[in-house]
């Protein structure tokens, strides 16, 4: 049964850096792109970030490029989410998600693509 499992939320102060880790298990993980995506208060869900299966190509919704990098590494079937100069607009429940892909998938920031689901992290960012 595939499992993702997120970790290193919490509070932070604007500016801050925080990392986000998802671990996958249950899953080929390098089969799989990873998507982070995040739920602020009174608010829809929006996609964040995607990572190819093979960590070669990335998306960042406009709102964070330049402050957040997606990564991943494979043999630990981990996906990251770094965040730098964080904003009290970027609080929220982060999200990671994964989709099964061929290698030459164009990435996507469709949230319906996604199969599996982390419970979520809280991130609280005070002014």
């Known amino acids: 049964q595939a499992q993702l499992v997120e970790s290193g939320g919490g509070w932070a102060q604007a500016g801050d850096p925080l990392r986000l880790s998802c671990a996958g298990s249950g899953l080929t993980f390098m089969y799989y792109n990873m998507g982070w995506l995040r739920q602020a208060p009174r608010k829809e869900r929006e996609f964040v970030a995607e990572i190819s299966r093979n960590g070669k190509t990335s998306d960042h919704v406009d709102s964070v490029k330049g402050r957040f990098t997606i990564s991943r590494d494979n043999d630990k079937k981990t996906a990251y989410l770094q965040m730098t100069s964080l904003d009290p607009e970027d609080t929220a429940v982060y999200y990671c998600?994964?989709?099964?892909?061929?290698?030459?998938?164009?990435?996507?920031?469709?949230?319906?693509?996604?199969?599996?689901w982390g419970q979520g992290t809280q991130v609280t960012v005070s002014a």
């Open positions: 998600a994964a989709r099964r892909t061929i290698l030459t998938a164009p990435l996507t920031r469709r949230q319906g693509a996604y199969e599996y």
